[in-house]
């Protein structure tokens, strides 16, 4: 049972447009979600999170997006840039897991010039 | 100020064989993580330590063991690879930040180990 989805593999946008990452999880436990950036060849870097009792959460171009009623979360890049283009993973923990967390697949980000 | 460090960076072994994975970090985190992925999916989570001399399996630990050696260094072992075990290994290490107390984790470049 996998309790984060993220059901797009891939996305292409082009630079300058929006950019738009889905975030799907079962376990209403969760305390907070993030999401990470991975380049090739490289380890993920934390981006952004948002706490289960907020709804949004804004850093710069980076926006992510809460809806607990629907388990959903949704990460906005605005404007998009060819050095978003990436792996970004979805993940979540709960508050008394010492940092645990639960990641998604990934989607793969492609920001076109 | 290296943040985490992982050695080797690739490694081939054959079935059967035996080896360690280093992770050390320097940012004086009490929380370490080791994790695989596999291509085209997310991270799973091998096991932790919470805190020096504390060790907890994860999603996925059969075929591994660890140690937690200090508060810097947290080691990954296979004592019989199997091809199954192919993958690319990543550890990190975890703060919980002040604001909105989300534990936020800094990984390492990762291993890449290939089973033949």
């Known amino acids: 049972d996998q309790q984060v989805k993220q059901n797009s593999p891939s996305l292409s946008v082009q630079e300058g447009r929006i950019s738009i990452l889905n975030c799907d999880y079962t376990n209403s436990m969760f305390d907070y979600f993030l999401w990470y950036k991975k380049y090739p060849a490289e380890g993920p870097t934390f981006l952004i999170s948002?706490?289960?009792?907020?709804d949004k959460n804004e850093d710069g171009r980076f926006t992510v997006f809460l809806n607990k009623s629907a388990k959903h979360l949704s990460l906005h890049i605005v404007p998009s840039q060819p050095g978003d283009s990436a792996v970004y993973f979805c993940?979540?923990?709960?508050?008394?897991?010492?940092?645990?967390?639960?990641f998604g697949d990934g989607t793969t980000l492609t920001v076109k010039p | 100020n290296a943040g985490v460090t992982q050695t080797p960076k690739f490694q081939v072994l054959k079935t059967g064989q035996s080896m360690t994975l280093q992770c050390a970090q320097d940012?004086?985190?009490?929380?370490m993580y080791w994790y695989r992925q596999d291509p085209g999916m997310g991270l799973r989570l091998i096991y932790y330590s919470a805190s020096e001399g504390t060790t907890d399996k994860g999603e996925v630990p059969n075929g591994y063991n660890v140690s937690r050696l200090n508060k810097r260094e947290f080691s990954l072992r296979l004592e019989s690879a199997a091809p199954s075990q192919t993958s690319v290994y990543f550890c990190?290490?975890?703060?919980?930040?002040?604001?909105?107390?989300?534990?936020?984790?800094?990984f390492g470049p990762g291993t890449r180990l290939l089973v033949l």
């Open positions: 993940a979540a923990q709960q508050d008394t897991n010492a940092g645990k967390s639960t």
């Open positions: 948002i706490s289960s009792i907020k």
């Open positions: 940012m004086n985190h009490n929380s």
């Open positions: 990190a290490s975890s703060v919980r930040m002040d604001v909105g107390r989300v534990w936020t984790q800094y």
